[in-house]
């Protein structure tokens, strides 16, 4: 299968998300330039990194969104391809309407760096088919804004729609104040899914944090693109 | 004609504010026990140049509200719009 990773100005994670695609999972995989807009129909998955992108001015991905990829990234969702949006790139699928809701400053005004606890809700997904339902994920989140909001009809159908793919394991462990303790949801279609905590940083042991549990996350794309959509989600 | 606008966004009342309780807390702290409802919000000024009629420049900027100064799904956006002289 192959990867497309984009780079926007003040993008910080691009290359970790590049460096796990192409190297721990082994599959192909661009980085592409957010001014380049372009057909993506020969990729099976885009990611959109974590970082800053255009220094959250105005709000979070706000300004991302109206990259010129991002028209690209649109008709490729459109059209079934696989988009996952990390962090800033969950943040930048908020603000281009591609998931429903919206991202307010952590509850407790700070930048929150370290480990949570995610419960996966949703197993059956193309983004985590290969983890068990209720199983207990380790990821580390590192955001300022990640306290998600949707109104109470909008949270209804996410319920419905089982949208919600994972959430923070507890009030405890909950790091931003998000309604419901979500940490990632999908789009109804499932080919959308947008997340805070970031898997991309514990996808390896080398790495030496005593957890690989973010490789679950691209293992599971994997699986979905090579052995279909039947199979698993 | 040029004009001057100028736009506030603020979070929905029903949408806590989580800057605006900070904010209170802190003037609670500073002794003025009477202060509540405390949001914190954006002020924005822009130029808009070459329009003819006002109402022609607050279409326009309702659709820059709408597209990218605020977010519809948690902010309210107000503005105003002044005929700039010379």
């Known amino acids: 299968m192959k990867f497309a990773v984009i780079t926007f100005p003040g993008s910080n994670c691009d290359q970790d998300c590049y460096h796990v695609a192409q190297e721990v999972l082994g599959q192909p995989t661009d980085m592409l330039w957010h001014k380049d807009a372009q057909d993506l129909s020969e990729y099976d998955c885009v990611i959109l990194p974590g970082g800053f992108s255009y220094g959250d001015y105005l709000r979070t991905g706000a300004i991302a969104r109206f990259s010129p990829i991002m028209n690209s990234v649109i008709d490729f969702a459109k059209n079934g391809g696989l988009v996952i949006g990390i962090c800033n790139g969950f943040q930048i699928l908020l603000e281009a309407g591609l998931l429903p809701g919206a991202m307010k400053i952590n509850d407790n005004l700070k930048f929150v760096c370290k480990y949570v606890n995610l419960e996966v809700v949703n197993a059956e997904t193309p983004f985590t088919n290969q983890c068990n339902k209720g199983e207990i994920l380790q990821v580390p989140v590192a955001h300022g804004e990640g306290n998600y909001h949707i109104d109470e009809d909008g949270l209804e159908d996410l319920i419905a729609n089982d949208q919600i793919v994972v959430r923070y394991e507890d009030e405890a462990e909950n790091p931003n104040g998000s309604v419901m303790n979500i940490a990632g949801i999908c789009n109804k279609e499932k080919n959308v899914f947008g997340l805070m905590p970031h898997p991309e940083r514990c996808s390896e042991s080398i790495l030496g944090n005593g957890t690989e549990d973010g490789y679950k996350i691209f293992a599971s794309i994997l699986e979905y693109v090579t052995k279909g959509s039947e199979q698993c989600g | ?86």
């Open chain 2, 1 to 86: 004609m040029n004009w001057k606008v100028e736009i506030k966004t603020m979070l929905k009342k029903s949408i806590l504010d989580p800057q605006g309780q900070a904010v209170e807390s802190g003037l609670d702290a500073l002794g003025y026990k009477n202060v509540s409802d405390v949001n914190v919000g954006k002020h924005m000024e822009l130029v808009v140049e070459d329009v003819e009629s006002k109402a022609e420049v607050e279409s326009q900027i309702e659709e820059m509200c709408e597209r990218l100064l605020a977010n519809p799904v948690i902010e309210d956006y107000t503005f105003q719009v002044e005929e700039m002289e010379g």
